[in-house]
């Protein structure tokens, strides 16, 4: 059986290949827009020869019901759903686990895996949302923060006013410009790059020894290096996939009773 982890985003469709030791042993990103793509993967990994089993997480409804349908459509029939964090086994201390995303949850496990217990930590998201999740020194995740990443607020900028143009900064600019469209770019860029660093400011507090931070998502090794926060900070570019994909996290393809989980759609997905 071949093991497939896939991450269900706002802007991309991310797969992860996973071999026999639980690790990850190839992955690629997709539009979430586009059934076109996935096909094209689908038969490049040579998925139709073999039988797979998934574990997929999703924070999008309507995208988690078209690759429902995708996949049943190919023939899989072992999906294993992560709809919210109250289906991920990690130790926390949220108010409503049920009603927090999947994918934070699980960049957590990932996380914890790959530091193996080596103090407190930090875990700063970079995609659509910019999400800045606290973990003790002791492993359990206390919360975290959410926050609009470059598209959002970029995005923002331009449907709430009368003549601001929507700009898409893609490396650093400098800090002011001498007209619209860079003043735009250093505003959004240097304004999520403040946002975060207070953030894991303000989380590090009363944490002992100084955290450990791993980043992870499409803007993460944009932002990172700008970024001063600890000495032993870290990039992953797919830690949700990571937090999937370990045998050792209690995560898998199966319900505690040993029964493959069947996709059922969302009642309100279109």
């Not at 896939?6 to 539009?31: C, E, F, I, M, Q």
């Not at 949850?105 to 659509?128: D, E, F, K, N, W």
């Not at 992953?236 to 759609?265: F, M, N």
Request: glycine residues 12%.
């Amino acid at each position: 059986m071949t093991r497939i982890v896939a991450d269900l985003g706002n802007s991309r469709l991310k797969w992860g290949l996973v071999d026999l030791d639980g690790r990850l042993a190839s992955t690629v990103a997709l539009p979430t827009h586009d059934p076109t793509t996935w096909a094209y993967a689908w038969d490049a990994w040579g998925l139709g020869e073999l039988e797979t089993a998934w574990s997929i997480a999703s924070v999008n409804p309507p995208l988690a019901d078209r690759v429902g349908r995708f996949l049943e459509g190919r023939g899989v029939r072992q999906i294993r759903w992560y709809r919210s964090a109250s289906d991920v086994p990690v130790r926390h201390e949220l108010d409503h686990p049920e009603k927090t995303g999947a994918d934070r949850a699980l960049a957590v496990v990932g996380a914890l895996a790959i530091q193996l217990g080596r103090g407190p930590g930090l875990v700063v998201s970079c995609g659509t949302a910019v999400t800045v999740e606290r973990i003790s020194a002791e492993g359990v995740w206390q919360g975290g923060a959410i926050a609009p990443g470059l598209g959002p607020m970029a995005r923002a900028l331009h449907l709430l006013t009368a003549q601001l143009p929507e700009v898409a900064p893609t490396e650093a600019p400098n800090s002011f410009g001498r007209s619209t469209i860079p003043a735009l770019e250093a505003g959004v860029f240097w304004g999520v790059v403040g946002a975060i660093r207070e953030l894991l400011t303000r989380q590090a507090e009363g944490l002992k020894p100084l955290p450990w931070v791993l980043w992870t998502g499409g803007d993460a090794a944009t932002f990172a290096p700008w970024i001063s926060a600890s000495p032993s900070s870290s990039v992953i570019p797919h830690l949700v996939l990571e937090g999937l994909s370990r045998k050792d996290s209690g995560l898998g393809t199966q319900d505690p009773a040993g029964q493959a989980l069947p996709y059922v759609a969302d009642p309100g997905a279109s």
